[in-house]
T-cell receptor
Framework: AQSVTQLGSHVSVSEGALVLLRCNYS??????LFWYVQYPNQGLQLLLK??????LVKGINGFEAEFKKSETSFHLTKPSAHMSDAAEYFC??????????????FGTGTQLKVEL | DVKVTQSSRYLVKRTGEKVFLECVQD?????MFWYRQDPGLGLRLIYF???????EKGDIPEGYSVSREKKERFSLILESASTNQTSMYLC????????????FGDGTRLSIL
């Protein structure tokens, strides 16, 4: 079964600083990879996804992530943090395959705090 | 935009009650999912459905059942609510292709007293 590890349940950065949220997965076959963001009292919103092709993926709100097969990683970055980025971030993976049986496995989440 | 609507944002019920959580999506998606979210545990899959009247157990199905009589609606049922089922419940839907992302509702915060 797939597993997803997000290092750091809480990350704190200063406004304007680099944001780096780490995600590693366990599969030997590269899965589909997703990052979601959750603002307080809301559901999850897709930030970006990697399915195939270019390994550097750009998402919404200035975030991007790079798929590194050799490191089984899909870390999320943003060059300059903004106060509005404060939220919880989830990495998720799905096995490659067809049909409806593809399930998402989520990491335990990283709470991002942005300080003035 | 895909819209996934959960019937209640907040719900308070008593132990032993039968509880229904409803979810409706408006994009004709084949797949629908129910998760519970607890601090430090992330999202855990309870049940999912890949077609009308079809369902499969997720990772933590005990104490729950589901119903999907129409394509757009997926219901989660707590047969006899217990305090350890106090949690945030999230519904999601997705088209048939596995590489497509899931779309989430805003969640139902359920408290069992």
């Amino acid at each position: 079964a797939q597993s997803v590890t997000q290092l750091g349940s809480h990350v704190s950065v200063s406004e304007g600083a680099l944001v780096l949220l780490r995600c590693n997965y366990s599969s030997s076959v590269p899965p589909y990879l997703f990052w979601y963001v959750q603002y307080p009292n809301q559901g999850l919103q897709l930030l970006l996804k990697y399915t195939t092709g270019a390994t550097l993926v750009k998402g919404i709100n200035g975030f991007e992530a790079e798929f590194k097969k050799s490191e089984t990683s899909f870390h999320l970055t943003k060059p300059s943090a903004h106060m509005s980025d404060a939220a919880e971030y989830f990495c998720a993976v799905s096995d490659r395959g067809t049909g409806g049986g593809n399930k998402l496995t989520f990491g335990t989440g990283t709470q991002l705090k942005v300080e003035l | 935009d895909v819209k996934v609507t959960q019937s209640s944002r907040y719900l308070v019920k008593r132990t032993g009650e039968k509880v229904f959580l409803e979810c409706v999506q408006d994009m004709d998606h084949e797949n629908m999912f129910w998760y519970r979210q607890d601090p430090g545990l992330g999202l855990r899959l309870i049940y999912f459905s890949y077609d009308v009247k079809m369902k499969e157990k997720g990772d933590i199905p005990e104490g729950y059942s589901v119903s999907r009589e129409k394509k757009e609606r997926f219901s989660l049922i707590l047969e006899s609510a217990s305090t350890n089922q106090t949690s945030m419940y999230l519904c999601a839907s997705r088209p048939g292709q596995g590489y497509q992302p899931q779309h989430f509702g805003d969640g139902t915060r359920l408290s069992i007293l």
